[in-house]
Every structure is written in structure tokens, then in C-alpha cells.
């Protein structure tokens, strides 16, 4: 078929003809991982090849890029034994950030670099946040920052050429309004280091891609309105009897924008994180877990989207450089079944929204609190330490099945075509009626998350596909609590802490067996779905190669 013949390409879905909109593939532009020197095991690698060849993921962002445990900043020579010997002057060695961008490079994809955190020579407060010991502060000499960040994207541009390195991104840290974890200074601060280091960026190549500011969440209280957080401000939020009516905004979004542009700064995208939760404390100082509905990053998407269109930056892109279910990397939520469906429902309706939204993680080698605790423990990743499929890499699997081009949209699914083949494929899901506006929500436990079964009810899928080719075979594959459901049978087998030999070759058998049948187009042209989805289901339909 011509490009020309398949731009004109028409489809009569329940007996009328449809026109065609775009999908971007929002959810395979980004996805996240924990830190830099994780990238070098070869669990990481094998997985991440993997993620990438399955799910179609372009970039990957994950934490400290500029660690000690990457030696890429050094102001001493370092000794096994000894004492350290101080160096003239600071020295700069990436054998290991390359092993891990040539790595990336090599698999198809390429980095979201996110530029943190300090190096520990380099840092004003140490060891701030996670178990291998994050340094966030402010650098002690803000030249010396600037030397580092120029240094780096210099190496990188000689070593992987500018074409290249312009395709990238460079984000300016990671949460800066999350005091003292994350960062110890005051926001001026963090907007005082974005302005030396997109400047640096900007004088080595005006074409290089730098954004920020990376904030956590949507708060509807003034807790980030100062310098440093206030949490006496959050009292009100930890008290609403109805989070959900409450004004939700972007943190620090719109005082980046108007610093900025007051000092006419580059901004080529912004970046925040939108997890569906937030964290308020009391006025007893006991701190209150909040999980908002179902649309609620549609709803922040929207109110980003509006507020960004209408600043000084309208053309600035749009990267949510982590999102997930929950923040938490011991929630047994992303684990299930449930954390798929929402997943896949959330992506199908916010592909417009953004330019990505990064899930925060493709794997559980993950080690902000140490190696997880059993083989599915709520971490974050779409696969476990053992690199065994969870429901949401099945999801993310199918959401990329799906063409580029829109022809039907309903509350439980789409129908799409590939502009490049004209061949179709569909994504359904039955987010149970019964949660209504609820989000999955979190849980401490594996069996707590299994309320969330009795869920219902079954969601019939009924639709008509015409001006197709009688003879044409499409491939139906479907994940519900039957198929594919991995922590269940964990569950089922006694959630054993260490697994045996047999334990994993079972359970890696259980989560890639998934119902599959097939459909042949009739002697009409006309191609009948009709399947009943049992609650939470995620079933993907493609054409048959």
C-alpha cells in the first residue's frame, strides 16, 4: 500500500465510517529506573533489552548519573589502604556513565539524563536520602558544579557526536521541593542552580534540550509557597474529609516559569512527577496517606497542559519524568493485575496530554531502600529482581501493539491503525464498574490487595470491524485473575521469600500464559468481536504478520 493510500485508509467500525485521529505512544517515550550504577549488572541489562524490544521504550531516565559509585567527579586519587592522596585539581573519569550510555545506545534506546545528584567532594550535606546514600544539596562552589556539567556533555558529544546528544534531554536534578531529602537548600536555590547550569548547557550548543524543575506531585495546599516546606500549611489537607474536591496544583511550576523567563532563561520542557497520592501531615504531626480518584492525572495533565500553553514557554514540552500507581517501592498494588488495568485505562486517556509520562520502574533492581524483600515485594518494577513478567509489563506490551493513528475510542478501550502498514489493532480493559471513581489505591501487603478481586462485573465487548480482507487472521491475547496473574500464584504457592529453581520456572511459566485465540475475517469483510472481560481484564487484539 502508498503512504498515500494508506492516509486515506477508512474503516467502518460499527457500521460507520471512521475518521482518524493521532495516538502518541506516550507511554513507551520514557521509562525510569533507580540509579546509574545499577546499569551496570547484567540482570539490568538483560532486562532492559528486553523492556525495550517488547514494550518500544525510546529513553531512560534513572538517578545518580554524577554518584561516587560512578567516579565520575574526583578531587582526590583514592587509595585501598591508605590515606587519599588530594589532586591538584579536580579530574574527570565517565569508563563507567559510558559503559552505561553505550549500553543504552547499543539496546535501541537513549538517556533522559538526569543531571544528579552532588558528588560527595563536591556537596555541602551528605548521604541526604536512600540507602546507598544520596548526597542532595548544593554544591559548595557553584563554578565547580558548572565544570562538571560542561565537562560531561562535552565527553558525551565527543564521544557519541552533537546530532546525536541533541536528541537528548537534560533535566536539572530530581524533586527539589522534597526538603531535606532531596535537596537541602531553599528553592531559590534550585533556581539559582537551573540558571548556571542550562546556561553552561546553552554555551556549549543552544540546541541542546534542558528543562525542570522535576517536582513531586500536586498538592492543594500552600505547603511549597515559601522557600522551604511548610507543613503546618498541609493541616487543612490531612483533615479533608474529601480530598478529592480539593484544588489540586503543580508545585513550584508556575514560579519556575515566571523566574525564568524574569531572567530570560531557556526552558525547552518542563518536567514534574504526578503520582495519584500525596503524603499530609496533621496537626497531631502524624502523617495521613492520600490516594485520589481514578482521573486524577488526567485531570492534573489538563491543568499542566493549560497552564504551560499559557505562560512564557508555550512551546515548551511536557515530560512527566516519573509516574506510577503509588510512590512507593514497597506497595504490593504494582504487583497485581489491578495496577495494570489502571495503568493501561490512565495511558489511553492522557496520550494527548503530554509529550511522556515515564513509569517509574521498568524493574524491581531497584535500591533506593535496599534489594527488595522477597521475589514480589511492591516494588515498582514491570518485571521482579528474577526479571519474571508482572500484569503491567503484559500491559505495556499491548499498549505498544497498538498503531499510531485513532480510529475508535470508548470508555474501555481503543481501536487503532498503524499509518505505516494499515494494519489495525484494538486495546480493551474492564476497570470494574464497581470502583466508579476509586483508584487503586495502595497496600502493605499482598493479601490486602486482594479485596480489589471481588470487584465486578464482567464487561461485555461488542464491536464490528468492516472493509477488512476476508481471509484476515487477528491474534487475541487476554490477562485477568485466570492468565498472567504472577503474584497470585506466588500467593497460591505460600509467597516463599527465596524461591526454588522449580518455584521461579513455574511462576515465569504462569505470567507469560495468557488466554490466546484467534479470529479469521469472514467471507463479508466484516470482523465480529465479541468477548466477555471478566473484571480488571486488559485484552489486546493485532493483526496477524
Known sequence: MTNDAQSESRFRIDGELRDESPLPHIWSECVGAGRANEALRADW????????????????????VFHDDMFVYRESYGHGFGPDTPLASPMYTFSYVDKVFDFILESGARPFVELGFMPRELATVHETVFWWGAHCSPPKDMARWVELVTRSIEHWIDRYGLAEVRQWRFEVWNEPNLVPHFWTGTKTEYFELYEHTVTAIKNIDPELKVGGPSTSVFVPDDRYQGEVEDRSAMHGTASASDVDVLDWRPVWIDDFIDWCAKRRLPVDFISTHLYPTDFAYGADGQAVHITRYADATFDDLTLLRDLVANSAYPDAEIHITEWSTSPSARDFIHDTLFAATYITRAYLKCATLADSISYWTFTDVFEEGGAGLGPFHGGFGLVNEAGIHKPTFHA?????????????????????????????????????????????????????????????????????????????????????????????????????????RADSSYLRTVADSLRSFTLTVPDNGVLEIDVDLSPWAVMSLRQAA
Open 45 to 64: 541489562q538483560q532486562q532492559f533489552g528486553e523492556a525495550v524490544d517488547a514494550c518500544g521504550f525510546r529513553y531512560i531516565r534513572f538517578h545518580g
Open 396 to 500: 505495556f506490551r499491548m499498549l505498544q501493539r497498538l498503531g499510531d493513528r485513532l480510529l475508535l475510542a470508548t470508555s474501555d478501550g481503543v481501536v487503532t491503525r498503524d499509518s505505516r502498514t494499515s494494519t489495525l489493532s484494538a486495546l480493551f480493559f474492564n476497570y470494574p464498574e464497581e470502583m466508579a471513581t476509586r483508584g487503586v489505591g495502595s497496600a502493605n501487603s499482598y493479601p490486602a490487595t486482594r479485596a480489589l478481586a471481588e470487584k465486578g462485573p464482567n464487561r461485555r465487548i461488542r464491536h464490528s470491524i468492516g472493509e477488512l480482507e476476508p481471509g484476515t487472521r487477528f491474534l487475541v491475547e487476554i490477562m485477568d485473575w485466570e492468565h498472567g496473574n504472577v503474584a497470585e500464584a506466588w500467593h497460591q504457592l505460600g509467597s516463599p521469600l527465596n524461591l526454588s
